[in-house]
Every structure is written in C-alpha cells, then in structure tokens.
C-alpha cells in the first residue's frame, strides 16, 4: 500500500526553471510498518505521526511518498538506500548502520516523534511478573514482534526470546495457546487488543518494560547527498511536535486512545 501526500513549496511561484515551469518539489520517501498502531498511525494515513508529517511537508515543501510494508522488510530498505527515511523509529546502536538519526550516535530527543512505552502482556490468571527489575515466574520464552528493538532489551535481561510472529495478535493467539510465557507490545498495541474479543483471556502488567523516543530516520544515502534538507526536516519534526496546535491535538488523540486503562 502507498500514500502519498504532496505539498507545493511556499516559495514555488519564486522557483521557476528557465521554460518557466515551477521547481518540482523535493520527493522523500518513506516507509512504515503495516500495520495499526493508534493514535500513532493506521494504514489509511490517518493518526498523529501522519498528521505531524503533513505539517513538516507544508513547513519544508517536500513531497512525502509513504509505503507501508513489513517492519523488517522497512528497516532492510532503509539500510540499502531502497527508500529515502523510515518512521517510527526507535534508537539503539545496533541501528545506528540502517540508517541517520537527528543527533547521530546520540540521537536528540528533541527531535523526536513521540514517545511510547512497551508493556508486558501475560495469560488470565497467569503467575509473571516484571517489577521493573526482574521477572518472576518465568517459565517460557517472552514474544516480540519481527524486528522490534524490544527484544535487545528483553536479551540484556537474559529472557529467552521468540521473535517468530509480526503482528501483535499473533503474538496474543500464541500466549493464549500456551506457546508463549509473555508477550512484549508496544502501548498502542496493546491497549486496542485489550478492547478486542481476547481481552478477556489476557492482562496488562502495570509497570512499563520500557519507554521509549520514536524517530524519522533517513537512509545514509539521502543525508550525505542532501544533509542540509535532512536537517531541515529533523528541525521541522521538533517545531511541529512542540507546537501548541500539534500538542493540543496530541493531548486530544492520547486520552481518546487510552480511555484511562488498558
């Protein structure tokens, strides 16, 4: 699936060619995972990270052709140079060779996207535990979604780990079967599969894994042949996301989405 959104540059009526044609606006692409992961995102373009987006076109007059795809299939093309950025992003340096951050090997928090946490989801009735030290009772292999950054964190705490799902509710459907001891799922997704038919089966642990700042992050190709418009585009993230319109509308979408509860 792709999406794209196109904005002109402010200046384009100034930026004629010489047959008098407008500049064409500078084309970013980017990619993102396929898959719903509210208020952040859905795959129709709606959410915060696509409505942040649309700001940072208007404010640098580029256009944004989104695809959806695969998280591992993202992160594989943004280290090849396939596409121009990735979104959301979180940071570790084992990522610092698929792609740039703002800041670098020390990416700036200030130029983030959002921030969110993973929760460790476990069967009804179910005797783990995660204090925000250490587990207890675990007696199996804690799931993570293809690719996702959790599973470093989960390994540094020596958990044994299954990496063999890409959705969410595949991971659910697994620790529900019995095949799995917990599950690791970021904030968004876990609040909705605790709205959906296997809420009743599961639990939200209420102390966070983790917490964590989301990123744009540009193919190294696309820093190196322009790092004045990457810049742009980093600085233009920080001045959207603190903006009081964005945040009034972030505050909106975060309550509406969290309902108090998982």
């Known amino acids: 699936m792709r999406l794209q959104l196109l904005v002109l540059p402010v200046l384009a009526a100034c930026c004629m060619q010489a047959h008098g044609q407008a500049a064409p606006a500078p084309s970013v692409t980017l990619c993102f995972e396929r898959q ?20 940072v076109a208007k404010r640098t007059g580029v ?35 698929l792609g740039a951050y703002p800041g670098g090997a020390n990416a700036n928090p200030a130029k983030r996207m959002h921030v969110d946490r993973y929760v460790l989801v476990r069967r009804r009735g179910s005797r783990l535990e995660w204090d ?11 799931g993570v979604q293809l690719g996702y950054s959790v599973g470093d964190f989960l ?37 909705r599969l605790m709205r959906g038919p296997l809420a009743a089966r599961l639990e939200v642990l209420p102390v966070p894994l983790i917490e964590k700042p989301y990123y744009l992050v540009l193919s190294h190709a696309f820093v190196t042949n322009q790092p004045q ?15 009081p319109a964005y945040r009034k509308r972030e505050q909106s979408l975060l309550g509406a989405a969290s309902g108090g509860a998982y």
Do not use: Y
Request: hydrophobic share 40%; net charge neutral; with cysteine.
């Open 36 to 55: 719903e992961v509210p208020p952040w995102r859905t795959l129709d373009g709606g959410g915060l990270n696509f409505e942040l987006l649309a700001e």
């Open 63 to 97: 256009t944004f052709d989104f695809q959806s795809m695969p998280w591992k299939r993202c992160l594989e093309q943004l280290k090849s140079n396939q596409v121009g950025g990735a979104f959301a992003v979180s940071f570790n340096r084992e990522r610092m060779d």
């Open 132 to 142: 925000g030290k250490r587990f207890t009772h675990l007696d199996g292999k804690i």
């Open 155 to 191: 390994r540094a705490q020596h958990v044994p780990v299954d990496e063999g799902s890409q959705r969410s509710d595949e991971l659910a459907q697994k620790l529900i079967a019995g095949r799995l001891a917990g599950a690791a799922l970021g904030g968004g997704d876990a609040k």
């Open 229 to 243: 418009l990457a810049a742009r585009l980093w600085d233009a993230v920080e001045q959207v996301r603190t903006s």
